[in-house]
């Protein structure tokens, strides 16, 4: 069977553009407003040596920040029952949040392998300022930017050798 792979992370960290990145598919809604994909969405990825199917996990629009919380959090346990790897998405022009700590700690307790990647670094030199995101605790720890391509390669050949 295919392996799967799940993307998780809070609104807005840009799940959805890496999923279109890796699926080379427009099928997840992105947008600017926080919170816009509707539900999961299943793709296939097979421009690697390994095919996978990849879940873009999402979350609907809530009235307030607990809402939110609650949807990735009901998210997550989807993804950490379903999924054989997770990537964890967080975003570095915004950078970390303490719903970041939180989605953390659920995927420490679980027993999948998870690859953290820190989003939106557009260009190696805004690495830097995306140090703070170690303190997550989770490693491999990858710096990429899913709208530009920077770092995708690097992160995928971990996925590879997890998969
Ligand atoms: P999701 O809610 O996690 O699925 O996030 P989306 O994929 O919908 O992206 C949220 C916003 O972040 C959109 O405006 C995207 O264009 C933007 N975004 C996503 N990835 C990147 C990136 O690598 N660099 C920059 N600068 N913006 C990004
Ligand atoms: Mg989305």
């Known amino acids: 069977t295919t392996p799967i792979v799940a993307v998780v992370g809070r609104p807005n960290v840009g799940k959805s553009t890496l999923f279109n990145r890796l699926t080379k598919s427009k099928m997840a809604l992105v947008d600017d ?11 296939r990825v097979e421009s690697y040596e390994k095919p996978f199917t990849l879940i873009d996990t999402g979350g609907f629009d809530p009235p307030a920040d607990q ?37 953390a700690d659920m995927l420490r307790r679980s027993h999948k392998p998870v690859i953290a ?27 990429i930017s899913s709208a530009h391509g920077y770092g995708i390669w690097d992160m995928m050949q971990d996925v590879m050798a997890a998969l």
Do not use: W
């Open 67 to 103: 809402a939110f919380a609650d949807e990735v959090h009901a998210q997550i346990k989807l993804a950490m029952e379903e999924a054989d790897l997770i990537l964890f998405l967080t975003d570095g022009k915004y950078g970390l949040s303490p719903l970041d700590s939180h989605v």
């Open 33 to 43: 407003l926080p919170g816009v994909t509707r539900d999961r969405l299943y793709g």
């Open 117 to 143: 990647c820190v989003n939106k670094i557009d260009s190696p030199e805004k690495e830097d300022a995306a140090s703070e995101f170690y303190a997550l605790g989770i490693t491999p720890l990858h710096f």
